[in-house]
């Protein structure tokens, strides 16, 4: 196959309340809120994207807040770590800062030269902060919350846990994705040129249940395109390759496929244009619901379903 994607798009996760998640990704994690519209597939539920200050692909973790949904079980078959990766030296700076928010965390671990920082998110979604020795080029996003030089500087990586090794081993090869090395049963490969990311660690749990997706456990896990056509063509290669995937569908700030590969976890390729500018200027990301054209005429409807967020940084005007 030619697909070869340059890392990590998004990772996708069901949340619980819209207000508690908005107040722990913007305001304990330092992310931002670059979009605030409604699940495509279930518009009367929010889905809230938080990343760099234009929300570029690699950095982006969005969710589909579901309060009254039952909480869901880590497990195989599923993403059960999303890594964000901060600066080098900021580990224990992030100790601190979650402790004095009320967060518990892990002791920091030391994996293949990287620093990692494991605790949970209010709805129980397992999260790490992974500090990679060559440090990470991207540019942080200054909210006011968490300061530049320790802000996360999007996503690190995801940890996939099967009951099986070789199919999903098999099926990132296909991807473009390179096998680069093994820790017992945790096997890694990188994307494109490697690095925070563009990674995914396959850890090999056959004894663990099965994970059900609900509250607290990520949907699904998407990756990178550079444009439609590229995504056409690869779509058209994993179909004559056996795979069952869905058709393109307009996600209004990307274009979509999905498929799972075959250890259980949904997959998506997302192409990264054209963004989250396309229906809001830059400096306003996130502060105002926005619908796609065909959802526009239900708008009355849909605000009144869905319930109350307030911006976490809308009460610090100074600090947007
Ligand atoms: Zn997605």
Same mark, same amino acid.
């Given at each position: 196959m030619s697909i070869n994607t340059t890392g990590l798009h998004h990772v996708t996760a069901v949340g619980g309340e819209p207000q508690r998640n908005a107040e722990f990704y913007v305001r304990t994690l330092g992310l931002r809120l670059v979009k605030r519209t409604v699940n /495509?597939?279930? %518009?009367?539920?929010?889905?809230?994207?938080?990343?760099d200050e234009s929300g570029k692909p690699g950095t982006l973790m969005t969710f589909f807040p579901r309060p009254d949904a039952?909480?869901?079980?880590?497990? +195989?078959?599923?993403?059960?770590?999303?890594? /964000?990766?901060?600066?080098?030296?900021?580990?224990?700076?992030w100790r601190d800062?979650?402790?004095?928010?009320?967060?518990?965390?892990? !002791?920091?671990?030391?994996?293949d030269s990287e620093d990692v920082l494991t605790f949970d998110d209010p709805d129980g979604l397992? *999260?790490? *902060?992974?500090?990679?020795?060559?440090?990470?080029? !991207?540019?942080?996003?200054?909210?006011?919350?968490?300061?530049?030089?320790?802000?996360?500087?999007?996503?690190?990586?995801?940890?996939?846990?099967?009951?099986?090794?070789?199919p999903t081993a098999e099926?990132?090869?296909?991807?473009?994705?390179?096998f680069v090395g093994q820790d017992s049963n945790r096997l890694r490969f990188s994307a494109g040129a490697g690095? %925070?990311?563009?990674?995914?660690?396959?850890?090999?749990? %056959?004894g663990v249940a099965r994970g059900l997706?609900?509250?607290?456990?990520?949907?699904?896990?998407?990756?990178?395109?550079?444009?439609? @056509?590229?995504?056409?063509?690869?779509?058209?290669? *994993?179909?004559?390759?056996?795979?069952?995937?869905?058709?393109? *569908?307009?996600?209004?700030?990307?274009?979509?496929?999905?498929? !799972?590969?075959?250890?259980?976890?949904?997959? @998506?390729?997302? +192409?990264?244009?054209?963004?989250?500018?396309?229906?809001?200027?830059?400096?306003?990301?996130g502060r105002a619901l926005k619908l796609p054209p065909w959802l526009e005429p239900d708008r009355e409807q849909i605000e009144r379903t869905l319930p109350k967020l307030n911006l976490p940084s809308e009460n610090n005007p100074e600090l947007v």
């Open positions: /495509f597939d279930d %518009p009367g539920s929010y889905h809230l994207y938080y990343g039952p909480a869901g079980r880590r497990g +195989t078959g599923q993403a059960t770590t999303t890594s /964000f990766s901060v600066p080098a030296n900021s580990i224990g700076w800062h979650l402790a004095e928010t009320g967060v518990t965390t892990g !002791r920091i671990a030391n994996r397992q *999260l790490a *902060l992974v500090a990679h020795p060559q440090g990470d080029p !991207r540019d942080p996003w200054d909210n006011g919350h968490v300061p530049a030089e320790h802000a996360i500087r999007g996503l690190h990586s995801v940890t996939l846990s099967v009951a099986e090794e070789e099926m990132f090869g296909d991807l473009g994705l390179t690095g %925070p990311g563009a990674i995914v660690d396959v850890l090999v749990t %056959p997706v609900s509250t607290g456990t990520v949907h699904h896990v998407a990756w990178r395109a550079p444009d439609e @056509e590229t995504q056409a063509n690869w779509r058209a290669e *994993l179909v004559d390759a056996g795979v069952k995937v869905t058709s393109i *569908l307009d996600r209004q700030y990307f274009r979509s496929i999905y498929f !799972r590969e075959p250890g259980g976890t949904l997959l @998506e390729v997302a +192409t990264d244009q054209p963004g989250f500018a396309i229906d809001e200027p830059l400096l306003e990301l």
